[in-house]
């Protein structure tokens, strides 16, 4: 079944130590892929997003994502979080063939907690 | 202008209630969203809106109604609302395939 996954629903880390949050996904063609960040009762604001080329996608915030076909991940990475960060995290997608309409499907987001 | 901008950010209505939410972007974005955001879980999708015609409902019951009057505006119009219905509702819009949110009507059945 197509679907975007993100294996860990709670992630607890320490102020300035580094981050991964994983995302896979399942589609016969490479979608294209998001990462947004919610706040608590916010809307989600777009991190960066990989459609094609360079592997290594740069956003905002001192994020970066790799895009893996291999593994059909799309992983966000952060080399030192800061407690401003915490919040909940979404991989998403446009499946291929989506047409002028842009229907993004969300994973079932990784809520951040960052320790002082 | 790269905001979309959502009104009310609070709402509280009774079951027998008819309200409406409304949604704007003065970014000249021709597809418009909305999703409901239920507690600790994802947005999914409810409307879609291109060149403001409806072109995706996600089986969304008929007491959700939504209205495109421009390509400024999006409304969603509430009537008969479940109190499983309460939820945070999130309006969007995209160029190409980059979305941009509003920040939510928090929405609350009673």
């Known amino acids: 079944a197509q679907s975007v996954t993100q294996p860990d629903i709670h992630i607890t880390v320490s102020e300035g130590a580094s981050l991964e949050l994983r995302c896979n996904y399942s589609?016969?063609?490479?979608?294209?892929l998001f990462w947004y960040v919610q706040s608590p009762g916010q809307g989600l604001q777009l991190l960066l997003k990989?459609?094609?080329?360079?592997?290594l996608v740069q956003g905002i915030k001192g994020f970066e994502a790799e895009f893996k076909r291999s593994q059909s991940s799309f992983n966000l990475r952060k080399p030192s979080v800061h407690w401003s960060d915490a919040a909940e995290y979404f991989c998403?997608?446009?499946?291929?063939?989506?047409?002028?309409?842009?229907?993004?499907?969300f994973g079932t987001g990784t809520l951040l907690a960052v320790q002082p | 202008d790269t905001e979309v901008t959502q009104t009310p950010k609070h709402l509280v209505m009774g079951m027998t209630n008819k309200k409406s939410l409304k949604c704007e972007q003065h970014?000249?974005?021709?597809?418009m969203y909305w999703y409901k955001q239920k507690a600790k879980k994802p947005p999914e999708l409810m409307f879609v809106?291109?060149?403001?015609?409806?072109?995706i409902n996600e089986s969304v019951p008929s007491r959700f109604s939504p209205e495109c009057p421009n390509s400024s505006l999006l409304n969603l119009h509430l009537h008969a609302l479940q109190p499983e219905d309460s939820a945070l509702y999130l309006c969007?819009?995209?160029?190409?395939?980059?979305?941009?949110f509003g920040s939510g009507t928090q929405l609350s059945v009673l």
């Open positions: 969007a819009s995209s160029q190409f395939e980059k979305l941009f």
């Open positions: 589609y016969g063609a490479t979608p294209y």
């Open positions: 990989y459609f094609s080329g360079d592997t």
């Open positions: 998403a997608v446009v499946p291929p063939g989506g047409g002028a309409t842009n229907k993004l499907i």
């Open positions: 970014m000249g974005h021709r597809a």
């Open positions: 809106y291109s060149y403001e015609k409806l072109s």
